[in-house]
């Protein structure tokens, strides 16, 4: 068959830098990308950041098509957050016995292994930043701290999603059904899980400077 992948609002731009293609989320500009990275490259990344979900080797896996855990995509970025090393997510820290001694302790695991090199880890924090400052998820920015982020809307609105961080914290944003039936319509990431994002990192964010 033939695939034919199109923007949001079915418009194109032309020629844009790189930044531009991922603040706005134009989906043509990320297929063109992964035909010249490489399929087998990018799911080489993914794994290496701990997504053990199936992942078809399809170039459609630009646009985000893979059914992945909203843990794994957590822990995905999270791994870009801390400079490119892989994050083990966990749901606690320490573990202790009666008399106060720990048992099992996270608090001071090893960093992970590095997945590409710190250098291409920062160009990429920037480039998601601009997601941010002027992208789809514009929103974020009554956070008042640097932010950067990705928001993601699938085809049919069968769900939205936004993950994003700062240096302190991230939050993993993700709105859908069960049966994957559609949410609404014209729903965006951008619209419904910024919102969502904003109001828990308003709450939770340390009062770091």
């Known amino acids: 068959g033939v695939w034919m992948p199109s ?3 079915n418009r194109y ?4 830098t790189l930044r531009t293609a991922l603040a706005k ?5 990320s297929v063109r990308l992964m035909l010249d990275v490489g399929v087998d490259r990018v799911i ?5 950041f701990g997504i053990h979900s199936d992942i078809p080797r399809h170039i459609s896996i630009a646009l985000g098509t893979p059914d992945i855990t909203l843990l794994e995509m957590a822990g995905g970025y999270a791994g870009i957050a801390a400079g490119g090393r892989r994050v083990t ?4 820290d320490v573990v202790m016995d009666g008399r106060g001694e720990p048992l099992l302790d996270h608090r001071h695991d090893p960093p992970g292994p590095q997945v590409f090199p710190p250098a291409v880890d920062y160009a990429l924090i920037d480039l998601m930043r601009g997601v ?3 992208g789809t998820a514009k929103r974020a920015l009554e956070l008042g701290r640097p932010a950067a982020g990705k928001t993601g809307t699938s085809a049919n609105f069968k769900d939205v999603w936004f993950i994003g961080f ?4 991230l939050c993993a944003v993700w709105i859908g059904r069960d049966d994957s039936t559609p949410i609404g319509d014209k729903i965006t990431g951008g619209g419904a899980a910024v919102p969502i994002w904003l109001e828990f990192m308003k709450a939770a964010h340390p009062p770091t400077p």
Do not use: K, Q
Request: cysteine-free; proline content about 4%; glycine content about 8%.
């Open 13 to 16: 731009n032309g020629w844009v």
């Open 132 to 134: 941010v400052a002027r």
């Open 44 to 48: 080489a990344v993914m794994r290496g």
């Open 89 to 92: 997510p966990h749901f606690w």
């Open 7 to 9: 923007n949001y609002d």
């Open 166 to 169: 700062t240096t302190d914290l």
């Open 25 to 29: 989320s134009l989906n043509t500009i």
